[in-house]
């Protein structure tokens, strides 16, 4: 079954050259030329991937992220025209996945969003085990879901996928450089603090006091690593 995206942008042109190059590939596109709009579709039926614009009529991209993350882990690339770097924090603080600036290469865009549909469907497993358990967060990289006391824990894709890095290589300190790298495996021109805001996401999830973490810890100065005891 084909995959569907959801193109969320008050820009016919940008909406008609998207549609044109995704159906190419084989993916089903619908769209929405305002919030509002987006929030009605994305609740009334099924979709696999949202391409969402950060400025759009009626109800603005980053409230529509945030109201779809109460929901859902669908994956999120935001677009953004804006320069200003507090508008692509601010999409990942509320649970995009990563974030474009217009004008943008339309392969460029393909390629993300396969990188991260693949890695949304499980297709990328563990490196080691399927199954990992360190005390009592059990973390599963065929389903890609994670357990904490027993307890299911929703992550993001690349929240998941920061996990996953780290529980496979317990005791090692990565950069943030060295994470984007690993992580987002595309040429990464965003700033390095987007990952402090995953890992920020990411222990608020995990962490029963994200201020003194019992999983993901900070070296300072250097980066950050997961703790080697089980």
Same mark, same amino acid.
């Given at each position: 079954?084909?995959?569907?995206?959801?193109?969320?942008?008050?820009?016919?042109?940008?909406?008609?050259?998207?549609?044109?190059?995704?159906?190419?590939?084989?993916?089903?596109?619908?769209?929405?030329?305002?919030?509002?709009?987006?929030?009605?579709?994305?609740?009334?039926?099924?979709? *696999?991937?949202?391409?969402? *614009? /950060?400025?759009?009529?009626?109800?603005?991209?980053?409230? /529509?992220?945030?109201?779809?993350?109460?929901?859902?882990? /669908?994956?999120?690339?935001?677009?953004?025209?804006?320069?200003?770097?507090?508008?692509?924090?601010?999409?990942?603080?509320?649970?995009?996945? *990563?974030?474009?600036?217009?004008?943008?290469?339309?392969?460029?865009?393909?390629?993300?969003?396969?990188?991260?549909?693949?890695?949304?469907?499980?297709?990328?497993?563990?490196?080691? &085990?399927?199954?990992?358990?360190? #005390?009592?967060?059990?973390?599963?990289?065929?389903? $890609?879901?994670?357990?904490?006391?027993?307890?299911?824990? &929703?992550?993001?894709?690349?929240?998941?996928?920061?996990?996953?890095?780290?529980?496979?290589? $317990?005791?090692?300190?990565?950069? $943030?450089?060295?994470?984007?790298?690993? /992580?987002?495996?595309?040429?990464?021109?965003?700033?390095? &603090?987007?990952?402090?805001? #995953?890992?920020? &996401?990411? $222990?608020?999830?995990?962490?029963?006091?994200?201020?003194?973490?019992?999983?993901?810890?900070?070296?300072?100065?250097?980066?950050?690593?997961?703790?080697?005891?089980?």
């Amino acid at each position: 079954m084909a995959k569907r995206i959801l193109l969320v942008d008050d820009e016919p042109l940008i909406i008609k050259g998207l549609k044109y190059t995704l159906e190419q590939e084989g993916f089903e596109t619908d769209s929405a030329a305002d919030g509002e709009e987006a929030l009605n579709k994305f609740f009334s039926g099924h979709f *696999d991937f949202i391409l969402l *614009d /950060v400025m759009l009529p009626k109800i603005d991209g980053i409230t /529509v992220c945030q109201r779809i993350r109460e929901h859902s882990n /669908v994956p999120i690339i935001m677009l953004t025209a804006k320069g200003e770097q507090i508008d692509k924090i601010l999409g990942l603080e509320y649970g995009a996945d *990563d974030y474009m600036t217009k004008p943008f290469n339309i392969l460029e865009v393909k390629a993300r969003i396969k990188t991260i549909m693949r890695r949304a469907s499980g297709s990328v497993q563990s490196e080691t &085990r399927k199954v990992i358990k360190v #005390h009592d967060m059990e973390i599963n990289a065929v389903n $890609r879901s994670v357990t904490l006391g027993g307890k299911d824990v &929703r992550l993001t894709a690349k929240e998941f996928d920061l996990l996953q890095v780290f529980v496979n290589n $317990r005791g090692k300190v990565f950069s $943030r450089e060295s994470l984007l790298e690993t /992580v987002w495996k595309y040429d990464y021109t965003g700033d390095a &603090r987007t990952v402090d805001v #995953h890992i920020r &996401r990411l $222990r608020e999830k995990i962490e029963r006091n994200p201020a003194q973490p019992e999983f993901i810890f900070t070296k300072w100065g250097v980066g950050y690593y997961f703790t080697d005891k089980d």
